[in-house]
């Protein structure tokens, strides 16, 4: 069972895909609710939606092309208490093969780095997620200030975005 539910579904254009949730996404059922998590105010500074969201609103964010997943959907908690049985690539491969977006975009390092399996950079990945093209990004965790760069979050952004019926 999924701590928090997929938001997925065919002809998005990003789906963000978090490391796992936080102890705070838990508690409240909603992702990226953690106290200084930037997430969702990256997500309006950079123009991916129109408006600020709330963490509860997360429901919502199909009809602006984007998604929501986890690489580790069965554990919560800060990435220092995951176990690597709890990550699931060949899962998140199977999901982005049924709803096919344009782009999966990994929210830190880490679930970048479980997810293919070696060091990733930030930025465009070599490798895709099925037929998604690749991409990480900055932690927007407030435990993981020190890299913060919301640039990487503007470079995403700035991606031609898909008329709806050609993702």
Known sequence: MSVLPD??????????CGTA?????????AYYA?????????LYRVGLTPRLLAPHEFRLLPRYGLGLTDL?????????????????????RARIERVRPGIVAFTSKRAG???????VAYGWQAEGVGPARGFVLPSPSGAARAA????????????????????
């Open 21 to 29: 949730a936080g102890r705070r996404s838990a508690e409240v059922e």
């Open 34 to 42: 953690g106290r200084g998590n930037a997430f969702w105010p990256t």
């Open 72 to 92: 580790n959907q069965a554990e919560f908690g800060p990435d220092a208490g995951l176990t690597a049985a709890g990550f699931d690539p060949d899962g998140l």
């Open 148 to 167: 913060w760069d919301v640039g990487w979050w503007q470079m995403l952004a700035a991606e031609p975005r898909p008329a709806r019926g050609e993702e």
């Open 113 to 119: 780095r479980e997810f293919y399996g070696r060091a």
């Open 7 to 16: 938001v997925l579904e065919p002809g998005l254009w990003i789906v963000f």
